[in-house]
Every structure is written in C-alpha cells, then in structure tokens.
C-alpha cells in the first residue's frame, strides 16, 4: 500500500530554471493538497484540488501552477524557480476535504540557488 | 498572520510520563481540529482528530482537549514512550465554510527520554 508517491525526493535549481514536482495517490481519494513547510511557518497550503478536473489557490500560490491529471495524479510546477522557493514540499491528499485525515507523501527538498 | 499557534517550540519529557503539546487559534470558524506526528524525512501522519462539538477525545494513550471559549486545545501522552519523539504539528480547518484548507501550527518538537 503506497499511499502517496512524491518524485523527486531531493533537487536543486538554478534560480529560473523549471521544474515539475509529481504526486500520486493510491487511495482513490478526490482531494488532493500541495504545502510548503518553511523553518519556523508551519505548512502552508500551495495549491489544492477538491475533484478531478478542479484546482484553487491556496495561501501561497504565487510561483507556482498545478495540475490535476487524473484522479491520481497532482502536479506542482515552478515555471521560473527563485531562491525563495526553497523549501520542503509536500503533496497530500483525503478523502473529503478538510473534513477528513490527510495523509501525506514524504516529501521533496527543494534548493534554487 | 498565524491562526493556529504552537508557542512552545520543543518540550523534554521522562519516558512514562505525561507528555501536554499546546495548540492556540485565533479563526472562530475553525470547527474540526487534528494532530499531526513528524518524523525527520517523512511526510507528516495524522495523530487524532476532534470536532468543535466535543471537547475531549481519546485514542489509546492520546487524548485531544478541546476548550473553545478559550481557543485552545492541547494533546495528551500518556505515558510518553521514546518512539514517540517527533514533531507535533496542531491543524485546524473549518468544515461549515466548505473550505479545503488545513492550517497549520509551526509544530512542537517532543523529546522523550528514556
């Protein structure tokens, strides 16, 4: 049982390059999440996606866009990486929202030098 | 600005004792509360949740308080074990506004001794 899959676990960038961070579910869940998680914020919602075929912003967009494939799949996309986007990333999803557990992926560690 | 705060950044315990991780949040709309465990390299994994119409609720040796009227919840472990050395991270969101938003504490790192 795999959960949520993230790919890749470790990257580095060079400030405006671009890059696609992968996330997939096994869960057949409909929600699925991308955070951020800086030293000393918390996690802070990115993107997220209630369904299939629909995305919203969430506290931190800017920088960022996302797709939601399929059912399984939620992509996050740097079209031009900035220093400033060095972080952690994780992708998440649940089955109802907010209104249930959400399970997470390992992560990614992103550096933009 | 942060709506859900962990004041304390990290709490030392002695193995069986009482572990108390403390949650504060300023959004009165918030209605659905959990807990979150981090280990270094891993995603966080959901711990407990509570809805804003109780006020205790309890899995095994954890058990979330929930006091509205002062904004604040905590998480309670006992007896604390070594395995149980993590970061805690306090979520909250609110259901009735049909929001798909978690907000997260900064986190509370719980070491326990052995």
């Known amino acids: 049982n795999a959960g949520v899959t993230q790919t890749p676990k470790f990257q580095v960038l060079k400030t405006g390059q671009s890059m696609t961070l992968q996330c997939a579910q096994d869960m057949n869940h409909n929600s699925m999440y991308w955070y951020r998680q800086d030293p000393g914020m918390g996690l802070r919602l990115i993107y997220y996606s209630a369904s299939e075929g629909t995305t919203d912003k969430g506290e931190v967009p800017n920088g960022y866009n996302v797709s939601r494939l399929n059912k399984r799949e939620f992509s996050l996309r740097l079209e031009s990486a900035a220093p400033s986007q060095t972080s952690v990333y994780f992708c998440a999803s649940s089955e109802r929202g907010s209104s249930s557990e959400a399970f997470f992926g390992q992560g990614t560690r992103l550096t933009v030098v | 600005d942060q709506q859900v705060k962990q004041n304390s950044p990290s709490l030392s315990v002695q193995e069986g004792r009482i572990s108390i991780l403390n949650c504060d949040y300023t959004?009165?709309?918030?209605?659905?509360f959990l807990w979150y465990k981090k280990y270094p390299a891993e995603g966080p994994t959901f711990l407990i949740s509570i809805s804003s119409i109780k006020d205790k609720n309890e899995d095994g040796r954890f058990t979330v308080f929930l006091n509205k009227s002062a904004k604040h919840l905590s998480l309670h472990i006992v007896p604390s074990q070594p395995g149980d050395s993590a970061v805690y991270f306090c979520?909250?969101?609110?259901?009735?506004?049909?929001?798909?938003?978690?907000?997260f504490g900064t986190g509370t790192r719980l070491t326990v001794i052995p």
């Open positions: 979520a909250a969101s609110s259901i009735q506004t049909g929001a798909n938003n978690l907000f």
């Open positions: 959004n009165s709309m918030f209605d659905y």
